[in-house]
């Protein structure tokens, strides 16, 4: 009996600290995807806006918004407003007179990582006489309850 040994105390010691190590890894990566699972976000970012003037009539303008989702989850998009008041006409592919009208659906999504462009057409009637120069204050509303603002400048 003598003649057989044990595993040392120091071999011991070292096998449980890797065990508990590898433990604690696995388990900190398992919270991690159960937490990423519950904390989707959607963020929309404006990227750019330009204005042009539609045709030859200086009082009636498009704006083309590309908008990119750089959150983790689908936004859904289901309101735009041009001087706070909201547009028109959704799903509209030209200007209409008296009118702000947008090439932006009802309900329009955006998938994580994809961009995406909406024109809005303007017609100076309805927003107080707007003339080159003015700044209109675009907003897209999310149906997450989230505002996204552009300052555009009419040319």
Request: glycine share 12%.
């Given at each position: 009996m003598q003649s057989r040994k044990a595993v040392s105390p120091v071999i011991s010691t070292v096998i449980?600290?890797?065990?508990?190590?590898?433990?604690?890894?696995?388990?900190?990566?398992?919270?991690?995807?159960?937490?990423?699972?519950?904390?989707?976000?959607?963020?929309?970012?404006?990227?750019?806006?330009?204005?042009?003037?539609?045709?030859?009539?200086?009082?009636?303008?498009?704006?083309?918004l590309k908008l990119k989702n750089s959150g983790t989850a689908t936004s859904t998009l289901i309101g735009c407003f041009v001087n706070d008041i909201e547009v028109t006409n959704y799903t509209a592919t030209d200007r209409q007179v008296g009118e702000a009208v947008t090439s932006m659906a009802d309900t329009f999504t955006i998938e994580s990582g994809d961009a995406q462009y909406i024109h809005i057409y303007i017609d100076y009637c309805n927003y107080g006489?707007?003339?080159?120069?003015?700044?209109?204050?675009?907003?897209?509303?999310?149906?997450?309850?989230?505002?996204y603002i552009k300052l555009i400048e009419l040319v």
């Open positions: 449980l600290v890797a065990v508990a190590i590898t433990v604690a890894v696995a388990v900190a990566y398992w919270m991690g995807g159960i937490a990423g699972q519950y904390t989707r976000f959607e963020k929309v970012e404006v990227q750019s806006g330009v204005c042009i003037k539609d045709g030859t009539d200086p009082y009636f303008w498009n704006i083309t006489k707007l003339s080159p120069g003015t700044t209109v204050n675009i907003k897209i509303h999310s149906a997450g309850g989230m505002d």
